[in-house]
């Protein structure tokens, strides 16, 4: 399993980024899919994610009613759109897939929000 995320950047307050991760290498339709951020000096945070088979998804408080998790109709690709960011979302962002008891990881892309 490959995952590679692309779409960070440098945004301003209120601005919008949208953050993409293609998953290749698995079949299983049992799969959560999301994304995880880190912040310097700051724990990694699960920030949102959608189960494959029902389309269930899950979002952090601190991001509610601004970022957006989604896939794409193939289901493997998944999407984290951002709106009205704050200075505090600054972090890398990280996708991340469970999968058949397993666990992977992208290197990450960087977001900053400058205010």
């Known amino acids: 399993v490959q995952l590679v995320e692309t779409g960070g950047g440098l945004v301003q307050a209120g601005g919008s980024l949208r953050l993409s991760c293609p998953a290749s290498g698995f079949t299983s339709e049992n799969y959560a899919i999301g994304w995880l951020r880190q912040a310097p000096g700051k724990e990694r945070e699960g920030v949102s994610c959608i189960t494959g088979k029902y389309g269930s998804t899950y979002y952090a408080e601190s991001v509610k009613g601004r970022f957006t998790v989604s896939t794409n109709n193939a289901k493997n690709t998944v999407y984290l759109q951002m709106d009205s960011l704050k200075p505090d979302d600054t972090a890398v962002y990280h996708c991340?897939?469970?999968?058949?008891?397993?666990?992977?990881w992208g290197k990450g892309t960087p977001v900053t929000v400058s205010s």
């Open positions: 991340n897939l469970q999968v058949v008891g397993m666990n992977y």
